[in-house]
């Protein structure tokens, strides 16, 4: 050690370090790519000479952001990250006290509609009453002048006053029309406020795992804020990148494969589902055989939801792997393609 200072001691022991946890990790990631690099050179070399066409990408699956309605305080959290949740499981709570209150001043509407209703009824019936007298006195006034024994004047005075009764019943149940609306009104006041307190209650509207919890109890938060981040496990799939050689014979609903990075030994079924009508450079995140400059098509490859069902606990987005499909649905799919899944 001639030659070096005792301060250079620590410097060189935090170099050997270093080289030697590099040395460690380099074989680590060099095994990682190699495998998917192997996986591609075994059946990434497709290119339509046996009538498939292939493409490496990324098992994917819909995300979706379950968000308050209203704007409010946060009362409680109860999703976890990782939770697999069925579709009306609780999430969070907004804080639903003014909601309440207003609950009860809408019924107390409705109450307050009823009695006028009732009201109305009433004076209907008193109306109905007089009416049936104002009647009788017409029917006599009528007959005491058409005998002689009474004056006209009298049978003016039971006219008008027949009248009077009837209109006084028109308006009674013209009151109840006006009262059924009022209670129409009521009631549908209720149920708005009703339907925004039970809005309050967040629940998942999917099947699905929750990928991320952004907002914790106690936070305020304004209307149409994510709580949660959901990832909806029945719907998964894997984009590939296609040139309009292998596009052009393809139709939604065809059949596909898909082969895993992790799991190399099984093939999954998968169908079609989308042919973008428009071509594109070869997005950066996909690492393609053939020049980025290119243009190509994606297609969408879906796994079976009845399959997804089976296996969501082993779901995962980002995965890699290479899609298949067939330039013509009445090519048989070659040995190493046939569909073998988990016994």
């Avoid at 979706?64 to 209203?70: F, G, I, L, S």
């Avoid at 606990?313 to 499909?325: C, T, W, Y």
């Amino acid at each position: 050690m001639t030659g070096l200072s005792p301060r250079s001691l620590p410097l060189l022991a935090l170099t050997a370090l270093a080289l030697g946890l590099g040395a460690l990790a380099a074989p680590v990631q060099a095994q990682a790519e190699s495998r998917f690099e192997a996986l591609l050179a075994k059946f990434g070399q497709s290119r339509g000479e046996d009538g498939i066409f292939s493409s490496n990408g990324r098992i994917e699956a819909q995300s979706v952001d379950v968000a308050t309605k209203y704007a409010g305080r946060i009362e409680s959290v109860t999703a976890q990250e990782g939770d697999l949740l069925a579709p009306g499981d609780p999430v969070a709570q907004i804080d639903a006290a003014d909601a309440r209150a207003k609950l009860n001043g809408a019924k107390a509407a409705v109450l307050r509609a009823r009695a006028a209703q009732a009201v109305a009824e009433a004076t209907l019936m008193q109306a109905e009453s007089a009416l049936g007298v104002a009647q009788t006195n017409y029917d006599r006034a009528l007959k005491l002048r058409d005998s002689g024994t009474a004056a006209q004047s009298s049978l003016d005075d039971a006219t008008n006053a027949l009248a009077s009764a009837k209109a006084t019943v028109a308006m009674a149940k013209a009151q109840i029309s006006d009262a059924e609306a009022a209670i129409a009104a009521a009631e549908a006041d209720q149920e708005q406020v009703q339907l925004a307190l039970d809005d309050l209650s967040i629940a998942a509207p999917i099947r699905g795992r929750v990928l991320y919890r952004l907002h914790e109890p106690g936070e305020v938060v304004a209307a149409g804020a994510p709580i949660v981040t959901m990832l909806d496990l029945g719907d998964v799939y894997m984009n590939i990148y296609l040139p309009a050689t292998a596009v052009g014979t393809l139709t939604v609903g065809d059949e596909a494969r898909l082969i895993l990075d992790p799991v190399p030994d099984y093939v999954v079924p998968a169908r079609i589902t989308f042919i973008s009508p428009q071509s594109q450079f070869t997005p950066k995140s996909v690492e393609t055989q053939d020049s980025r400059e290119d243009l190509v098509f994606r297609v969408k490859l879906s796994i079976p939801r009845e399959l997804l069902k089976q296996f969501e606990a082993q779901i995962k987005s980002g995965v890699r792997g290479i899609g298949f499909v067939r330039a013509r649905p009445d090519t048989d799919w070659p040995a190493h393609l046939t569909v073998k899944l988990p016994g």
